[in-house]
């Protein structure tokens, strides 16, 4: 007797629905309060999503003011002070603010629904890291309303983030500011391996586990491991700031080569925490539109971690010309180089899947396809560097930025960008416009190309980064003896290209949203979990948790034999006098070790779904690390109250009933 | 399917003709490119190029094998109405393990002349066996501009022979800077003399490298440094030994202008504070170690940190108003009254 039933199926949408779960003994908000108060990782996800697109818009402005300044020789747009703010928060924005917390957005949303979860392990926690991204974020940027926006770099170099040479407030709100932003991440990591590692679907071991799972987890663990360096980092630089210690005070024996070895210990690994994220959403899109599985899963699984293991190693790469000395530089060389061969696999396995596929050039393919073409690029130049003497002629010049925008834009964001389009109907119910999409990606693909292509030429030029105006005597401009014509001017214009592609994604979006919900469950023929549900998923996700019997199991289980098709269509199961559905992702006939697995797997009741209150006291409790962070700049006193504050609603928050 | 692109021969020609387009982007012009990266004129700059050279053709090898993989690849499987589910293969682990070797292959064939040029261009010359000895600079960034001390060269008043903004080496010696900083991190790179190497407080950094033939060199500050990062540029000027050796004879002597600023100038110099933070050898109390060495100004090609030529208009610009010119450089706008400004002008011209 087999224990499986109505299930969910591109061609019947119905879905073995529950009714809709009780919310416990609180009450459920309605409207706004119940997106304040929500726990739910879906919605937590939007908010995660929306909220970092914002900064993306923020950060993409700041590049744009950028590339007017610096468009011809002795540019006026911005001054040499209002620059120096500009790239500061362009980096620290587009990193912190928008990749970060958007790959976390795609976290929230499609790991609990891959795995066959109802929810990540600490759903309030959940909600705690996301309101304590929105205000650390929005605490950073409040800077501007004080002193002015932080301008030591994303990379806040010591002793020029010392108070000697900022004395004003604008690096204590950076300072402070990561310091939030940290406290989310690491909340955030760990309730992602917590749930990773705990709550998979019965059946899916860890190599059965989807592709992109296995990035969350990596970054997850990137994430816990990296984060305390650069807290240890800012702790100091806060003590050298705020109460005259000297650990990087150079003219009272301090060293500021520690400020740059604890900051890239973190530094580095975070570049893998950018770009893992999108390499898993690739690594989802690429099979699905070619119609294959994922060519050398196993392959691209250890690759992922042997990247994400050998990324603590490299960090001086950062450092090839503070002079560590032959013998070091030759040491992190060998080790950068090391890293190239995992990433040249997942390339090759890229291809590989590719290879004998029927590859359709949907949005979410194009922006795949183009990930793996200027992340080769990216990669290239990336390598170029780990070779110590042509880095002293490449460190902080145009080739530099060149470079990793072509990882971080061509990789991390083109990644992103495919993720939205691909999982977009899952998301909201509603498809994005393909015509428009396409259009989308190539309006991107050929100003990103634009864009960053021509600084390599600037950067063998000899271009230094962080320059907020160059002569026309300087070899950077002065085609057919014009001084305004050069590269600069080109790469300015081709950043407004960019700009009119993200301006038409967001018509697309807009449109769609406006548009009917008409997404069916599985749009594009896909093969995890979360495409077997309606689209968007019900709260509850899964009403019966599926049971998994192999890798891709949703596309296995689309294709399953007749036999097995057949004998699903007798049985039908009663559980506490409700008929349940139960989806079983079963390509062949069970055996009676799986059915008894399976039974065992049924003995809960579906009227008590666990579902989590909504609560009020994540957002009041990020809110006590924000007046924290305010307090150490405007008086110890609301830093105390903040702190009493914090104690309380977690308090509040212990005590409060889950369900 | 055969491959689209015509014949083997009409291929060759785009691949050769893709490398030359790429080479004339990436090289340039030397009259037009006083910053270029790839127009080595010394031996350590040459043994960078060596190395950038290989490497540049082996990622041309790669990038071509790869993008034009996978666009066949794209064209090759695209799907068409009418076909079949493709088989669905899950890896083949002979292929897997070989292109995890072929890339490591590759990167030990970089990774040999890398760390042999490494260990090449850390070769401190002031130990070498031959007992030649170098010039030594001690290079000092400040915020915004370079200091050049030769501490060979002593001063009739003991101090060392001071510069700044322009370093005058000779050809055909090897020239050891030492570089450091006593404010905030910068990092001294000229181009067409080497790569750069960071001035970080409390370090001593080293860079050697030996001019083979007179001439210019345009070098910029590359680490992020406030305000004026952009501003702190600098220059080289590699002079024939016999060349420099005049230079230093006379630079070592304070400098004689001329008998209408003789007087006035010094004085002018010093009733408006100017001696504060500047130096002129030979004027008594101008000894301010805050700003530029100005004992031999007037020599010099450039100004500012050679953002702008030193001509006297450009110059009464400066003292007029530097936070116009610079914004948020440390000299202050001293308010000079338009009869010093010319004095001091013509003055410091005269300082050669």
Redesign the interface.
């Known amino acids: 007797m087999a224990v499986t039933l109505p299930r969910p199926s591109p061609a019947a949408p119905e879905q073995p629905v529950q009714a809709a779960p009780a919310y416990g003994t609180l009450p459920a908000y309605r409207g706004f309060l119940s997106w304040l108060t929500t726990v739910d990782h879906k919605r937590i996800g939007l908010l995660y999503g929306c909220t970092a697109f914002c900064f993306f818009l923020l950060g993409g402005v700041e590049a744009l003011m950028i590339r007017v300044q610096l468009a011809t020789p002795n540019g006026t747009f911005v ?3 209002a620059f ?1 703010q500009l790239f500061t928060m362009h980096g620290t924005t587009m990193i912190f603010l928008f990749v970060m917390p958007m790959s976390v957005a795609f976290f929230n949303y499609v790991v609990p629904l891959q795995i066959g979860a109802p929810d990540v392990a600490f759903p309030r926690l959940n909600a705690f890291s996301y309101w304590t991204f929105l205000f650390g974020g929005i605490f950073m940027n409040a800077s501007y309303f004080v002193d002015g926006l932080p ?1 030591g ?1 994303w990379f806040g ?1 010591a ?2 983030t010392t108070l000697q ?1 900022s004395p004003s407030h604008r690096i204590d709100f950076w300072m402070l500011g990561l310091q939030v932003l940290g406290v989310a991440s690491l909340a955030g990591a760990f309730n992602f391996l917590v749930t990773i590692i705990n709550m998979r679907a019965p059946g899916m071991s860890l190599m059965r586990m989807p592709i992109f799972t296995w990035n969350t987890l990596i970054t997850s663990f990137l994430l816990v491991f990296a984060f305390p360096a650069i807290t240890v980092a800012l702790i100091l630089l806060m003590f050298d700031r705020f109460y005259g210690t000297n650990f990087y005070y ?2 009272n ?5 520690l400020w740059q070895h604890l900051f890239w210990i973190f530094g580095h690994p975070e570049v893998y925490i950018l770009i893992l994220p999108a390499m898993g959403m690739v690594s989802e899109i690429l099979p699905v539109f ?4 994922l ?5 691209v699984v250890y690759a992922t971690a042997a990247i994400g293991f050998i990324g603590f190693g490299v960090w001086s790469h950062h450092m090839f ?3 560590l ?2 013998i070091a ?2 040491f992190f ?2 080790s950068t ?2 890293i ?2 995992p990433t ?2 997942k ?3 890229w ?2 899947t ?8 949907t949005t979410p393919m194009l922006f795949s ?1 183009g990930f ?2 200027m992340f ?2 990216g990669g ?2 990336g ?2 560097h ?12 145009y080739f530099v930025v060149a470079h990793f925008h072509y990882v971080l834009f061509g990789g991390a964001i083109f990644g992103i960008f495919g993720g939205i389009f691909f999982w977009f109907p899952k998301f909201t119910g509603h498809m994005l416009n393909e015509k428009l999409g396409k259009w989308t990606f190539w309006l991107i693909f050929s100003g990103f190309n634009l864009t960053f292509g021509p600084m ?2 600037l ?13 026309p ?4 401009s ?1 085609w057919f003896g014009q001084d305004w014509l050069g590269w600069n001017m080109v790469v300015s214009i081709a950043a407004f290209v960019i700009a009119a592609g993200v301006a038409l994604f967001m018509y697309n979006v807009f449109q769609a949203l406006r548009g009917p919900k008409n997404a069916p469950n599985d749009p594009w023929d896909s093969a995890t979990l979360e495409w077997s549900l309606p689209s968007p998923p019900p709260v509850y996700n899964f009403a019966v948790p599926p049971i998994v019997h192999s890798r891709d199991a949703f596309w296995a289980w689309k ?1 399953r034999p007749q036999a097995v098709e057949a004998a699903e269509s007798e049985a039908t199961v009663t559980v506490a006098g409700h008929t349940v559905g139960h989806v079983d992702f079963e390509d062949q006939p069970a055996s009676e070790e799986y059915l008894a697995q399976e039974r065992n797997a049924y003995h809960y009741d579906p009227t008590t779904f666990h579902i989590p209150n909504p609560s009020f006291f994540p957002i009041i409790a990020a809110f006590g690390l924000i007046m924290m962070a305010v307090g150490m700049i405007f008086g110890y006193a609301i830093a105390v109250a903040g702190f009493l504050y914090l104690v309380i609603a977690v308090g509040g928050w212990a005590m409060e009933p889950t369900s | 399917m055969p491959f689209p692109g015509a014949s083997g021969r009409r291929r060759n020609l785009l691949i050769l003709g893709l490398g030359v387009a790429l080479l004339v ?4 012009c030397a009259a ?7 127009m080595p004129k010394t031996d350590a700059a040459r ?2 190029q060596d ?2 050279v290989f ?2 053709w082996l ?1 041309v090898v ?2 071509i094998g ?2 034009g ?2 666009l066949y ?2 064209w090759r ?4 109405p009418g ?1 079949e ?8 682990t002979t ?2 393990v070989s ?2 070797i072929l ?2 292959v590759i ?1 030990v064939i ?2 040999v002349p ?2 042999q ?3 090449a ?2 070769t401190d010359p002031e130990t070498s066996p031959d007992g030649s000895k170098p010039l030594i600079v001690e290079v000092t960034g400040k ?1 915004w501009w370079w200091e050049f001390k030769y501490p060979e060269v002593t001063l009739p008043n003991g101090e060392v022979l001071t510069t700044a903004n322009e370093l005058i080496i000779p050809t055909g010696r090897t020239v050891s800077l030492h570089i450091s900083s ?4 910068h ?1 001294f ?1 000229v ?1 067409q003399l ?5 001035a ?4 001593d ?2 860079l050697w490298f030996t001019a083979e033939e007179p001439g210019q060199y ?1 070098g ?12 702190m540029r600098m220059n080289v000027i590699a002079m024939t030994p016999t060349d420099y050796q005049a230079w230093v004879a006379k630079t070592s002597k304070p400098a004689t202008p001329p008998a209408d600023v003789a007087e006035i100038g010094p004085q002018t110099f010093t009733d408006n504070g100017c001696f504060a933070c500047h130096t002129i050898d030979g004027v008594q109390n101008a000894n301010g170690k805050v700003g530029p060495n100005l004992s031999h100004f007037g020599s010099r090609t450039t100004m500012a940190a050679g ?1 702008m030529q030193n001509t006297p208009e450009n110059l009464q610009r400066w003292i007029e108003d530097p936070q116009a010119v610079k ?2 450089n440390v000299m202050p706008n001293l308010h000079v009254r338009p009869r010093d400004v010319e004095v001091l002008v013509s003055y410091l011209q005269s300082l050669k």
């Open positions: 001054s040499p002070d120096n301008d770099g170099y002793p020029l040479f150079a003219p024996g301090g060293d500021p080569v070619s119609k294959k599985p060519f050398g899963y196993p392959f010309t503070t002079g000395g032959p530089n030759s060389a060998a180089m090391l190239a061969v040249g696999v390339i090759f396995n291809m590989g590719m290879w004998g596929g029927a590859i359709r050039f396809i793996v073409s080769t690029i290239l130049s390598v170029m780990a070779v110590v003497p042509i880095d002293m002629q490449h460190q902080d010049s390599h030429f950067g063998v030029d000899g271009m230094p980064r962080r320059i907020y105006t160059y002569g005597q300087q070899g950077w002065g294709r | 982007l990436l090289t340039g037009e490119v006083p910053h270029s990266t790839v043994k960078i190395l950038y490497v540049f990622s790669v990038f790869v993008q993989g996978l690849v794209l499987y695209r799907a068409r076909h589910l493709p088989e669905q293969t899950h890896g083949n292929l897997e292109w995890t890339p490591a990167l970089m990774a890398t760390i040029t490494i260990f261009l850390e915020q006593d404010n905030v991190i990092s790179w181009q080497t790569g750069k190497i960071d970080i407080p409390n370090h950094n080293h345009f910029q500050c590359a680490e992020y440094c406030g305000v004026q990062h952009a501003q953002i914004p948020g």
